[in-house]
């Protein structure tokens, strides 16, 4: 057995691919990259959609998030990139119309949002994702 000295690097994992979910439940992205949080990857499960009660839906009770696609800037998933007033998370659904939600505004805090054993407050996107 050898020995690795202290002067190496440790070992490090390399993705090829990997799927980051915007919104919960909803179809996901195919990345090459992504940047870890402190609750993960960048992006991942950030938005979720609620009912008037403010309790989530998955596809568990609605399958048919499954068929909602979500679009992010490219350079989104890159290191050091933030989000300006130009920026929208592009939200698709059979029958609907886009749906544009600004990445770089101010948002309202909703309290009294759950989803499954999680209670806490988010932020609302506002009147028109809410249609």
Do not use: H
Not at 71 to 85: I, N, V
């Amino acid at each position: 057995m050898d020995r690795v000295s202290s002067s190496e690097e440790p070992p490090t994992a390399k993705i090829s691919s990997i799927f980051i979910y915007p919104i919960k439940s909803c179809r996901g992205i195919s990345v090459s990259q992504a940047s870890i949080s402190l609750t993960g990857f960048r992006w991942d499960r950030q938005w979720l959609v609620v009912n008037s009660k403010g309790r989530a839906y998955t596809q568990r009770v609605e399958p048919k998030l499954a068929l909602v696609e979500v679009e992010l800037p490219k350079d989104a998933f890159t290191d050091g990139w933030e989000p300006t007033k130009s920026s929208y998370l592009v939200v698709r659904a059979p029958g609907m119309d886009d749906l544009n939600v600004c990445l770089g505004k101010q948002c309202a805090k909703a309290d009294g949002v759950s989803v499954w054993e999680w209670s806490g407050s988010v932020l609302d996107e506002g009147d028109k994702a809410s249609k």
